[in-house]
Structure formats: structure tokens, C-alpha cells
């Protein structure tokens, strides 16, 4: 409409060129119907876009304006049609890619693109192109080859992409194995078993299945001179031409990249002033525009503003902005610290001048704590000394006292050493006496000599006021005569009772060995009187010298007793001692700690005092920077966008033309 009325000064509504229809606008219903809800229609797009990042790995950010919107009907139309061909006629960056890309992933077909590389020439795109014509024909799927002017290595490319517009096939590109490939694939779905039939179907079938999209660039002859030469450029295909966008769709897009920005500082700044800077980058986008046409017009010099220009200037508009906030911020956080740090450094020289007035009162108390204690560490030691002195002297008395005992105990158990060992003899005897020796003498009516002598002298021991046999037979008759005779106490006999047992000593008959003649248990005994005889005159002449041993004893454990009570006399005065240097120990570390905090904090007083005296005239100078760079940072948003707008644009100008864009923005 714009195009008639522009050419031929005719109106003409025009409001059927937006009506759209397709069979993807409802997922409910896939009928052929017309769209009329552009909004819902827009969010199943961004939807799709989704879903094909997700299954593809690629990622499709459109902005489905209206005229996309238009361009994406179309393709999907030509896409479900047999034969649907398209030559997409536009500058780079128009989304021509993006939504035929998007439009095969709506159609559920496969979208496939050559990957040119260094080396790339006509064996590999005939390659690439014949797995293309297999695919379509033999699989009997749809297949969209997306191709564009800017990856024609040789023209012959067109003349192959021309033979498959035309005819749907290229000379000389199947090999006999492809060949026995496709009538094996076709033979099924063709109606003749002839090989020639076959053939011509599976061409057919190439023809409806292979959609190729050629995506061409208007500008320069080469554009017009190929359409010339590979008619079926035209002819085979439904052109679409990708014309500029208009204000409204540029200015949705500019709204779409700044309200999600991928800066992180700019983002919420970008978002503040999203409205204004949409229109302002529509407004340098159509100035361009306007000075490209008066430059041509002046100088027969051409400029062409793309789509691409247009998100390049977005693009470099966000990490401009990003880039120069950050240096700002970063400026202003080195001066901001600066600042900081001078004003804390001002608040720890007050702090320290009040820790040093504060200090002085403790070092003096410490001071003196510490002589103090030292005057009480020097009397406690004073004190212990003396204590100490008089705990030698009762420990060498009663070291001598000690041995003195130990002489007069050596001796005792000298004579002890004597005498006990026959004295355990005669008891180890006894102890083999059993009740059946005893029955068998107290059986004797009239007794021998030797065994009436020995019970006599038993007797005797044990108290018996008569010696006789009819007296023995009544000790013997006791339970306890054995008990007796092992518990008896050796070292209380009387004399008297001693006195008359050496009648028996002194009997050259009483004798272990002679009685023992007679009787076995009677020599027992025997031993036993013996043992008791010869303990007594042994213990008789111990007897003075256990009692010098029992006053040495005494005289030793009352020693013990005064060393002892000495003895905890020094240990308190010790502790107390120790005590003492503890404290004083404490106190004086307590005082080199304030002592050294001191030397500390007056180190630090002298370098703040150094740093505050030498930064004194830059404080002034900081705050104006601070200022300054505030200020800076807010005309960020304009004057970063018209540097980024100098970059997209302005380089092709001369610099006139220059002067007067920079002017107008």
C-alpha cells in the first residue's frame, strides 16, 4: 500500500495485508483458519522459541512484531505446501534465518544448513546436496534446505539449486549404488514396476518433499544479474521481500533487549529509562536513514542501514553503558574509600589519644602492684629460709634416731634369725600330726617310756598341774590339743613352768631322734619342746633390747610427728611464696602488656598523624571528584548512547554530515 501510494499517488486500504491465516495459531486445532488474536499469538511464539532452544541447543530470540509475525505466517504456508520454495529478498540481520529456522520447527520439519569451511567447493555441496534429494525421496519427508547468497563458493551452486527448482535433479550427481538406493526406497509407493517410472516418481517426490529457501540480499548488481541467469530463481519460488522495519517494530525490539539486559549494574538503570531510550534509539535509527538518502543525493555515495546496524547499536549500547559504569564505580569506590579511610583514620587518632590517657593511670597502679609484691615475694622467702633451716636440723635428728633404731632392730632379729627357724621346724612337724596318731597313743594302757616322758613334757607346756599319763590322756581327749598346741603363745611362758621342763631338756633320752624310736607323732612334739625351750632363752636376752628399740621407736615417731608439723610450715610458706611470684608474674606481664599497647598505639598515633598531615589537602580534592563523578554517572544513560550511536552509524559519514546527525540526536 505504501509502495502504490509512494509511486502512483493512489490510496489503498491496505488492511488486508494483515490479515493472516495458518494452521499452527491454535495447538487445540490445527485447521486452516484465519488469526485475529495477534497477543495470544505472540506468546505461542515466544513459546515455540522456547521449546526449539530447548530440543535444538540453539538458542532463537525474535521479537515477533507484527511484520514478523506476517513473514512467519508465510513461511509456514510455503512449508506445508508441495513444491514450497522461497527466495527471502532483505538486508542482513532482517531474522530471514531465525524465522525460517522457526517456521521448519513449527512444520515439524528437519531445517538443514551447509557448514562452509576452508576447503569447501562443489564435491562437498554436491555432496551435501544429494544426501538432501535421498532423504526427501526416499524417506518421503519434508526437508527444508535454508541457503543463502553468502555461502555461494562457486556459481554453480545456483546452477544445481536452479536444476532442482527446475526439474528436481542435477546431472550426474547419483552414483549406481544410489541409484539401486532409490528404486529400492520408491519401488513401493510407485504404481509401475518400471525403472524409468520410478525414477520420475522418486523425482516427484523430491520436488514436493525439498523445500528449498534461498535468502538473498537486494543490494548491488550481483542480485539482479543471478535472477537473470538461474531463472528458476523466480520462477520456482515464492519471493518474500524482507523490507525495513518499521518505528514501531524497532521500538519493541529496543523494549524487549532492555527490559532483560545481561549487564549486571546497568540493568536496573537500563529498566528506569527503558521508554525514553526505545524512542531515542527509533529516533537515530530513522535519522540514519534520512541522512543516508540526503547523502546520496549529495555526493551519489550510498549507505545501507540494516537490522543489523540497528541491534548493534542495542548491543554495543548495553556494554558501553555497562562498561563505563563500572569504571565510574569503580572510581568512585577508590575515592569513596579514600574518604572513608581518612575519616576513620581521624576517628582512631581520638580513640588512641583517649586508650593513652586512659593507659597511664594502669601502668602507674601496675608499677607499684609489682614493687609491692616484690617487697612481700622477698619476706615470704625470708621466712620459708628460716622455716626451712629448722626442718634440716629435725630431719637429722631424726635420721639419727632412725638408725639408732635400726641398730638395736638388726640386732633383735639376729637373734630371732636363730632361733625361729627351729621353732617353724617344730611347727611344720606338728602339722603333720593327724587325730588317728593321737587315738593311737592315748590307746596305750601302760605307754613306753619314751611317749609318757614326751606327753609329760607336752603337758607341762600347756599347763598341766600333774604330770601323769592319766592327765595327758585327758589334754589328748581335747578337740582343740592340736589348736593348742599351734596358737601357743611362746613369748609369755612363766619361768617356773621352764624351769622344770629342763629336767626333760636335759634328759639325754629326750631327743627327736631316741623318741622318735617310739613314736613318730611323739617326735613331733619332742621337736616342738625343744623349739619352745630354745625360743624362750633366746627371746630372754632380747628382751632389754626390745625395749631400747620400742623407746627408740617412740622417740623416732615423735621426731616424725615435729618434722611433720615443720615440715607443713615450710610447704605453706612455700605455697604462699609461690603464690606470691604469681601474682607478681601476672603483674608484671599485665604491665609489659600496657607497655607495649602503649608502644603500639603511639607507633600508630604517629603514622595516622604522618598519613592525616600528608593527605590533609586531597581530602578537598577527593570530595570534588566524588561530586563530579556522581554527576557523571547519571548523564551516563544519554551520553554513552549517542557514543554507541557514533559507533553503529556515523562511520561511513563524512564529517559534515557527522556534525549535523550528533546535532539532531
Not at 520408491?186 to 517410472?197: Q, Y
Not at 589519644?353 to 586512659?358: G, P, R
Request: with cysteine; charged share 30%.
Amino acid at each position: 500500500g505504501e509502495t502504490v501510494k509512494k509511486n502512483l499517488g493512489i490510496g489503498v486500504d491496505d488492511s488486508w495485508s494483515k490479515m493472516l491465516y495458518g494452521d499452527w495459531g491454535d495447538t487445540k486445532n490445527d485447521a486452516y483458519k484465519r488469526i485475529t488474536d495477534m497477543k495470544s499469538i505472540q506468546e505461542l511464539l515466544n513459546d515455540f522459541q522456547v521449546d526449539f532452544g530447548v530440543q535444538t541447543s540453539k538458542e532463537i530470540d525474535l521479537v515477533m512484531f507484527d511484520d514478523a509475525i506476517q513473514h512467519l505466517t508465510r513461511m509456514c504456508r510455503m512449508l506445508r505446501q508441495p513444491r514450497g520454495n522461497a527466495l527471502l529478498v532483505g538486508v542482513g540481520g532482517s531474522g530471514r534465518h531465525s524465522i525460517t529456522e522457526l517456521a521448519a520447527f513449527i512444520c515439524q520439519q528437519k531445517c538443514f544448513q551447509i557448514s562452509v569451511s576452508r576447503g569447501y567447493d562443489i564435491p562437498q555441496f554436491r555432496e551435501d546436496l544429494k544426501g538432501l534429494l535421498l532423504e526427501a525421496g526416499c524417506s518421503g519427508k519434508s526437508v527444508v534446505f535454508l541457503f543463502a547468497d553468502t555461502q555461494i563458493v562457486r556459481e554453480q551452486f545456483l546452477e544445481d539449486i536452479n536444476n532442482v527448482l527446475n526439474v528436481g535433479d542435477v546431472p550426474n550427481i547419483y552414483l549406481t549404488e544410489d541409484y539401486e538406493r532409490i528404486i529400492n526406497a520408491t519401488r513401493e509407493k510407485c504404481s509401475s514396476d518400471n525403472r524409468r517410472s520410478i525414477i520420475r516418481h522418486y523425482i516427484q517426490l523430491v520436488r514436493d518433499n525439498l523445500h528449498v529457501i534461498f535468502c538473498v540480499s537486494p543490494i548491488g548488481d550481483q542480485f539482479r544479474s543471478r535472477l537473470r541467469m538461474f531463472p528458476s530463481l523466480v520462477n520456482c519460488m515464492t519471493i518474500d521481500w524482507y523490507t525495513k522495519w518499521p518505528s514501531e517494530a524497532l521500538k519493541q525490539v529496543a523494549n524487549h533487549l532492555f527490559t532483560k539486559p545481561k549487564g549486571g549494574g546497568c540493568a536496573e538503570t537500563v529498566k528506569k529509562y527503558e521508554a525514553k531510550l526505545s524512542e531515542m534509539c527509533v529516533t537515530m535509527h530513522t535519522t540514519i536513514e534520512d541522512q543516508s538518502e540526503d547523502m546520496y543525493n549529495s555526493l551519489k555515495r550510498r549507505n545501507y542501514t540494516t537490522p543489523t546496524s540497528y541491534l548493534s547499536l542495542l548491543a554495543s549500547y548495553l556494554t558501553m553503558l555497562e562498561a563505563s559504569m563500572s569504571d565510574t564505580d569503580q572510581q568512585l569506590s577508590r575515592f569513596q574509600s579514600g574518604l572513608d579511610k581518612l575519616a576513620s583514620t581521624s576517628t582512631m587518632v581520638e580513640k588512641l589519644k583517649k586508650d593513652l590517657q586512659d593507659m597511664q593511670p594502669k601502668l602507674e597502679k601496675a608499677s607499684k602492684e609489682a614493687e609491692i609484691q616484690g617487697k612481700e615475694i622477698a619476706r615470704g622467702k625470708e621466712a620459708a629460709g628460716k622455716v626451712k633451716a629448722i626442718v634440716e636440723v629435725e630431719e637429722a635428728k631424726c635420721k639419727k634416731i632412725m638408725d639408732e633404731a635400726e641398730v638395736i632392730r638388726a640386732d633383735c632379729q639376729a637373734g630371732l634369725d636363730k632361733a625361729m627357724p627351729v621353732f617353724f621346724q617344730a611347727q611344720e612337724a606338728l602339722k603333720t600330726l593327724e587325730k588317728k596318731d593321737i587315738d593311737q597313743i592315748k590307746s596305750y594302757a601302760k605307754p613306753p617310756e619314751a611317749v609318757e616322758k614326751t606327753m609329760n613334757a607336752v603337758i607341762l607346756l600347756l599347763g598341766a598341774a600333774k604330770l601323769d599319763w592319766a592327765t595327758a590322756k585327758q589334754f589328748m581327749a581335747d578337740t582343740r590339743f592340736f589348736k593348742k598346741l599351734e596358737e601357743f603363745d611362746k613369748d609369755n611362758i612363766d619361768k617356773k613352768i621352764i624351769n622344770k621342763l629342763q629336767a626333760f631338756i636335759k634328759d639325754q633320752g629326750f631327743t627327736p631322734e631316741i623318741i622318735g624310736q617310739s613314736s613318730n607323732p611323739c617326735k613331733s612334739m619332742c621337736m616342738w619342746c625343744r623349739a619352745i625351750d630354745n625360743y624362750y632363752w633366746v627371746t630372754r636376752d632380747l628382751g632389754p633390747k626390745k625395749a631400747a628399740l620400742s623407746v627408740a621407736e617412740a622417740k623416732l615417731q615423735a621426731a616424725k610427728a615435729e618434722l611433720d608439723v615443720k615440715q607443713s610450715e615450710l610447704n605453706e610458706s612455700n605455697m604462699k611464696v609461690a603464690k606470691l611470684e604469681k601474682d607478681a608474674e601476672e603483674t608484671i606481664a599485665k604491665k609489659e602488656s600496657l607497655e607495649e599497647q602503649k608502644r603500639q598505639a603511639m607507633a600508630k598515633l604517629d603514622r595516622a598523624d604522618q598519613l592525616l598531615g600528608g593527605l590533609a589537602g586531597e581530602a578537598g580534592r577527593w570530595k570534588e571528584n566524588v561530586a563530579a563523578l556522581e554527576k557523571s554517572k547519571n548523564m551516563l544513560v544519554g551520553t554513552m548512547l549517542l557514543a554507541s550511536g557514533c559507533v553503529a552509524y556515523i562511520g561511513p559519514f563524512p564529517s559534515k554530515f557527522r556534525k549535523e546527525i550528533v546535532a539532531k540526536w
